[in-house]
């Protein structure tokens, strides 16, 4: 399958599992396929059988089609996990019937891009692996790879854009915001949504407009408040040094 087909199915994932921004959950992505999850430890202990099974053939995860049926194991790192559950998605949507070299890369293609696609790294702007690593939450070593890919993307898409390009970039665009939503978090204070800004990244708190312009006024009124309190104690100090003796 050509690389280009591969992109196109990772979008249409996008598009049926309403993913609208980064990281998702990748376990409602494998649910909403109609798969049950299970961790290596739960199949252990309800079909030891299917178990010895799965541990034969992979050491991270397996999917078992007939079933329908995705197992992983959980004492893998969690980023870790994550690209191995999107990399048998990758083997569900392509319809690998066998397990070969090529299916395999595809499925490592598959999931690297749907984690983290190049336009999205792009738009956060980050330009290290560490900061691809915190905010697509994928390992160091998946973001090193997604990284030196996006280096190759950049170079082609800056000569000319793909129409799968922009079929992305229509996808993840808001129109509120007028802006590419690569991330989104709830307002601390009011709830409210806040786009492409990452407590992963900062160690303030995600505030939306509204709350920020109220804070500011707060700030202002306070800092207001104790100019002319200290103004009064000026004028008391003046006062006393001329009055009392």
Known sequence: MEIYEIENRILDVYDECEIQ??????????????????????????NYRLYSYCCRLSDDAFHYKNLKIVAYDETKLP???????????????????????????????????????????YYSRCRNKESIAKLFDISL?????????YKTWYEKASKHIRPLDRRMYLHFYDPVSKSFVYH?????WCGAPVYNFSTRHYSKLSICPQCMIRQIHAKGAVYDRYRRMDEAQRKIQIW??????
Do not use: W
């Open 141 to 149: 070593s998946a973001a090193g790879l997604a990284l030196n890919d």
């Open 240 to 245: 006393e040094e001329q009055e009392v003796p």
């Open 184 to 188: 989104v978090e709830e307002c601390f």
């Open 79 to 121: 980023q870790r996990i994550r690209f191995s559950l999107m990399h048998e998605l990758g083997h569900i949507i392509l319809a690998h019937n066998k397990e070969t070299p090529h299916a395999e890369h595809e499925a490592n293609y598959f999931a690297s891009h749907i984690l983290a696609p190049r336009m999205a790294i």
């Open 21 to 46: 921004a980064f990281p998702f959950d990748c376990h409602k992505v494998l649910e909403h396929y109609g798969y049950r999850i299970f961790t290596y430890q739960q199949l252990r202990k309800t």
